[in-house]
């Protein structure tokens, strides 16, 4: 299941080496190094080998079922979550009756939620002005407030001033799926249909080109791409108006971008990758209510990002930590995760984890691209809200709030309009052009894992519990099978291998020959989306798997 | 011919590619909020009932569970895999820690008797006690004859043939209804749980004293410990050196 990718990576990097130096010194006579033979399929997906020209599937039965609501929403997290509350209050208040669809490819409500986090209460009280009754999750408000700016062995602390954005005075420290997931337990006892496990794979589009609604994943399809004894299509939910929640980039808003040219009047969204463990550490150095943000090492000047270290107070000593990483990072060598398992070594941060057991481990991009990054939110049909388009405020360090507002104002303005058949639409460079060519940069030597304090990436990669169908097609699709080593492995050394938090793409050395193929180990996958926003050939285009699948994340 | 009623018993459980956690207090795993799922030879026991449901063998497909609220998800997916009802046997949280084979078993008994099944399918056993025991203490209970560890069940009229995976290799037994059987493993494949199923079906919620069921266990947990961390081997050059690292470590 788990491949060892630390031994490969490290021969797969010396072999690199070796044949790069035989390129440059050997004469005209010298053939392409990376591997000439026919490139082995890896690809097998439906949506890059449609099935109605596929011989395999002749015969097999593609009707699906469908079912008719009033609203759909696609995704559990705070905003789509947020609207589906917001939507059966108000139609409680107007004593009307609406049908909402929730659907969720996670099994349960929060398994794929990971944030900081740190919750400026505004939105979410506004939902449950009686959340403290109804013993909501916000158990940890701030009580201390640091900022540093760390170098290699010192800490120079910045004093926070009230007034700043990131002030976080009245917020609250919580453990944003346990909240999620509380959320999900209001929506249905309001009576919203919620279906974690069901993933919705396809919009579904009326003649006139406005959005129908969704289809949910067809199951029982092998690694292969034929039909399964028990495959199944996926159930249709059409619905007046379709919300897309999906949290940042989304693959279907990725779709609803091109369809409708959402994004022509604005910035290209940029995005970060967070990577965040749990730690459960000695009480002596547990100070409850405490965050602290940092920047700096072990991050160069070149590359944006930051890291957070943040106190709950929920019974046990509990801290959540992270780093995040600007994706618009140049070296192709720089892995987000062992600069974050490095930062955790610094003389300031150390000393908290000593002692301490680590038990949770997870990673997922989030935008930063700020108010000019948001591109238009409704279409024929529906509208996106959360961070799929992207609200988060990027100096306040803080999205949740203002996915949750999203989440409230869309259904507070569609609610009067659901009788209309069609909604009226009222509203840098992109972060994979920056990577340099590897021979422009040099690699980076972390330090290895001491397995206390710092860890390797398969046991991180275990600790979140991810896991899919295993004979299922890859849902990380590649357009081009030969584009991972012809392009991605030749100039920029691969550096897939790199940003991916969950070891999925490895370089391995063909088995006849000379040269690499690229294997994708997709039942390792956390949904991060980062490879979707950082593959310089943007070749890698993320689907949804078998619903269901994916990291499990608890209160993260 | 299908007039037969089959009850399946269902385990919310843990699910396998969760890593677990001992609690701090060492009375039990986390479970508060990790990723649960059906137990997989329930999963089987399931499609073995719906299959003999499609073959128009079986009339009805009664799912059932034992446990807290939660439980209701864990029947949701019997039914989302075709069961046609689903009951919810409400056991508060603090007393569903204490549930084991013994109490489920004398449920489901009433039950079955109670519901005038001919069929009691259940999995061969849950993937966290790993306990093996309650289709066998239903089956005593019930006095009723019992096809344990079945890689194969076919009906043939009042009978059923059940071929059984033994440590000797396969056993046939022919059973005469009712019966109690358990699923192994190559039983079947299970299908997926898809979404038009869910849509429709109810669960029916009851509570052990209604079936005038004693929940007590005699049994109590005194410490949940993580196992020793593994230690690092040693390498020895001769076969002299291994006999007197054996002797020194006491071992011979």
Redesign the interface.
Known sequence: MLVPLAKLSCLAYQCFHALKIKKNYLPLCATRWSSTSTVPRITTHYTIYPRDKDKRWEGVNMER?A?EADVVIVGAGPAGLSAAVRLKQLAVAHEKDIRVCLVEKA??I??HTLSGACLDPGAFKELFPDWKEKGAPLNTPVTEDRFGILTEKYRIPVPILPGLPMNNHGNYIVRL??LV?WMGEQAEALGV?V?P??AAAEVLFHDDGSVKGIA?ND??IQKDGAPK??F?R??ELHAKVTIFAEGCHGHLAKQLYKKFDLRANCEPQTYGIGLKELW?IDEKNWKPGRVDHTVGWPLDRHTYGGSFLYHLNEG?PLVALGLVVGLDYQNPYLSPFREFQRWKHHPSIRPTLEGGKR?AYGARALNEGGFQSIPKLTFPGGLLIGCSPGFMNVPKIKGTHTAMKSGILAAESIFNQLTSENLQSKTIGSDFERLKPAKDCTPIEYPKPDGQISFDLLSSV??S???HEHDQPAHLTLRDDSIPVNRNLSIYDGPEQRFCPAGVYEFVPVEQGDGFRLQINAQNCVHCKTCDIKDPSQNINWVVP?GGGGP?Y??M | MAELRVLVAVKRVI?????I?VK?DRTGVVT??????MNPFCEIAVEEAVRLKEKKLVKEVIAVSCGPAQCQ?TIRTALAMGADRGIHVEVPPAEAERLGPLQVARVLAKLAEKEKVDLVLLGKQAIDDDCNQTGQMTAGFLDWPQGTFASQVTLEGDKLKVEREIDGGLETLRLKLPAVVTADLRLN????????N??KKKIEVIKPGDLGVDLTSKLSVISVEDPPQRTAGVKVETTEDLVAKLKEIGRI
């Open positions: 079922f079912e099994a349960q929060g398994a799926g346990h997931s249909e279906y496990g069901y949910t199951v029982g004894a028990t199944e996926g159930l459960v046990e038990i275990a600790l519990g991810t896991n078998e499990a608890n209160g | 699910d396998y590619a969760v890593k956690r701090p508060d909020g990790v990723k649960h799922s998800e494949e299970p299908r997926y749980a898809t979404l038009p869910i849509m």
